[in-house]
């Protein structure tokens, strides 16, 4: 893709984004899990900002 190797990104990485949209239900058991965070610093960097 041209986009891709205009922000230097090599053939052995993968562009993922994703997003969520809506409120939780806080009396659902699913939202009740707490899970530990990676920081983002450890999984992602930031081109151009």
């Known amino acids: 893709m041209k986009f891709l190797s205009a922000i230097g990104m090599p ?3 993968t562009l993922v984004c994703g997003m ?3 409120y939780a239900d ?3 058991m699913i939202n009740t899990l ?3 965070r990676e920081p ?3 999984f ?3 081109q151009g900002f």
């Open 11 to 13: 053939d052995n990485e």
């Open 20 to 22: 969520s949209l809506g």
């Open 26 to 28: 806080p009396d659902a």
């Open 34 to 36: 707490q899970t530990e």
């Open 40 to 42: 983002v610093s450890g």
């Open 44 to 46: 992602a960097t930031f």
